[in-house]
């Protein structure tokens, strides 16, 4: 991997289909040694995962990350603890007012490792779809897909 790319460890496709992603912060994260390593391999899930602001802290709760193969079955992290995320006091009591006064939730969309080689959360503010919304989802990128088989020639 070179030093100037973006490699993308788990996004959470599940929110974007269950959610309305109003805005995104990206935020550091508190991470054990062993953790580093599983998040290097690609193993680690954000399905059911959804962060909470508790006593001016970031925390991100319920994201699987794998323990590491190779360790030898000591010193491994356990698989779903907490794990904070590191945010700017400012950029956290943003989160706290969108959170209180919108009623929305804060939900990782995706874990990557940026251009320097760091662990990044992207955080996304989300408002709840209705089961209306998420079907006329569907029907929007089903008929984008048949838009673009059309264009391409492949009928």
Do not use: W
């Not at 954000?46 to 323990?67: R, W």
């Not at 907490?82 to 009591?93: G, M, P, T």
């Amino acid at each position: 991997m070179k030093k100037s790319e973006v490699k993308n460890v788990a996004t959470n496709r599940r929110a974007f289909h269950d959610y309305f992603i109003d805005d995104r912060i990206e935020a550091g994260i508190e991470l054990q040694g062993s953790e580093v390593k599983s998040l290097r391999a690609g193993q680690a899930n954000l399905k059911d995962s959804y962060a909470k602001i508790t006593n001016g802290e970031v925390f991100m709760i319920k994201c699987h990350i794998t323990p590491y193969v190779y360790s030898g079955g000591f010193d491994n992290h356990e698989p779903e603890r907490q794990r904070r995320l590191l945010l700017h006091r400012k950029e956290i009591k943003r989160l706290e007012r969108s959170v209180e006064t919108k009623g929305c939730t804060l939900i990782p969309t995706r874990i990557y490792f940026n251009e320097a080689g760091k662990v990044k959360v992207e955080i996304g503010v989300a408002r709840g779809k209705r089961q209306y919304d998420k079907r006329e989802a569907l029907t929007e990128r089903d008929a984008k897909r048949e838009m673009d088989r059309l264009r391409k020639g492949n009928f």
